[in-house]
């Protein structure tokens, strides 16, 4: 079925560091994939979505490529902020619309 | 444009009752999904709601159930609490569009089963 696999957390890294979050999906269908980003104690907030391959997602220094031939769409940044400390989802739309949601990696920027 | 607002944001609820969780969503986006999330099984997806209909379902015991008024606000409720209940509910609506439209999500509704 439908999935979506992402690197394992917690990540730390020092500020104006690169990120990168690696994220690969599995589908049957042709996806959107998304990243939500979630602050403590907070619901989801969508950080940046692709509808088709090779689409750039971007938002807030974030990118994340749309890749089919490796079926990935890795979360990069080129200099993260202590406040960019969260958890963060990569997910994908199902043939029905739901998402499909990886499991999450927390991200901790250190000063 | 007000975002997604989702009542009550805590709950704590006894083994046995039932619960009522509400969600009213992005003013013009007439299609509702609520979502578990829990540190063991992540976010998993309970059903959907569009124009009042269950659109699409999760795998989730007859306990949980849902609905949709002609508003586009929802209701969840869950019978019978146990204490694997425990969570944070998230309630989403999507825009006018494809199925594959992106969801924006309330700030969830955090029921403790005791």
């Known amino acids: 079925g439908d999935s979506v696999t992402q690197m394992e957390g917690p990540v730390t890294l020092s500020e104006e560091a690169f990120l990168t979050i690696n994220c690969t999906y599995t589908a049957t269908g042709y996806p959107s994939l998304f990243w939500y980003v979630q602050y403590p104690g907070e619901g989801l907030q969508l950080l940046l979505k692709a509808t088709k391959a090779d689409d750039k997602g971007s938002n807030k220094g974030f990118e994340a490529t749309y890749r089919k031939e490796t079926t990935s769409f890795h979360l990069e940044k080129g200099s993260v902020q202590v406040s960019d400390s969260a958890v963060y989802f990569c997910a994908q739309t199902d043939q029905g619309g739901k998402l499909i949601f990886g499991q999450g990696t927390e991200l901790s920027v250190k000063p | 444009k007000a975002g997604v607002t989702q009542t009550p944001r805590y709950l704590i609820k006894t083994r046995g009752q039932q619960v009522t969780l509400s969600c009213s969503p992005i003013?013009?986006?007439?299609?509702v999904s609520w979502y578990q999330q829990t540190p063991g099984q992540g976010l998993q997806f309970l059903f959907e709601?569009?124009?009042?209909?269950?659109?699409n379902k999760g795998n989730f015991p007859g306990r949980f159930s849902g609905r949709q008024f002609s508003n586009s606000r929802s209701e969840m409720n869950v019978s019978t609490l146990e204490l694997g209940d425990s969570a944070l509910y998230l309630c989403?609506?999507?825009?006018?569009?494809?199925?594959?439209?992106?969801?924006?999500f309330g700030q969830g509704t955090r029921l403790t089963v005791v």
């Open positions: 003013s013009g986006h007439r299609s």
């Open positions: 709601y569009f124009s009042e209909t269950q659109r």
């Open positions: 989403a609506s999507k825009p006018p569009g494809t199925v594959n439209t992106e969801a924006f």
